[in-house]
């Protein structure tokens, strides 16, 4: 069964940082691709990002590019999204999501995407 708990959220300024943590068990991870998506209040559940496991594809919503850079750790099979320059836009809860998918497939929809964390709360003041 696999598990994705993510954490890292909360409340920053505007021009702030932050970094997101997305643990994951259950599996062995290198056929799969993470996710990163957020949902602000009223509005659908986007896509910001996602990466291999095993590397060699990272893409990126334009909303987020040059901004939000996904990066990993296998050793402690952990997926980190780091914020930069976060902007009140960006306020929503933040998911990661997990597929096995092969080659280097990278799904943007929702439905491209079989297990989900809880999610993680990020406000941005401005």
């Known amino acids: 069964q696999v598990q994705l708990v993510e954490s890292g959220g909360g409340l920053v300024q505007a021009g702030d940082s932050l970094r997101l943590s997305c643990a994951a068990s259950?599996?062995?991870?290198?056929?799969?691709?993470m996710g990163w998506f957020r949902q602000a209040p009223g509005k659908e559940r986007e896509f910001v990002g996602a990466d291999r496991w095993s590397g060699g594809r990272t893409s990126y919503a334009d909303s987020v590019k040059g901004r939000f850079t996904i990066s990993r750790d296998n050793a402690q099979n952990t997926v980190y999204l780091q914020m930069n320059s976060l902007k009140f836009g960006d306020t929503a809860v933040y998911y990661c999501a997990a597929v096995e998918a092969g080659g280097l497939s990278l799904p943007s929809g929702i439905m491209g995407y079989g297990y989900w964390g809880q999610g993680t709360q990020v406000t941005v003041s401005s």
């Open positions: 259950g599996r062995t991870f290198s056929r799969y691709a």
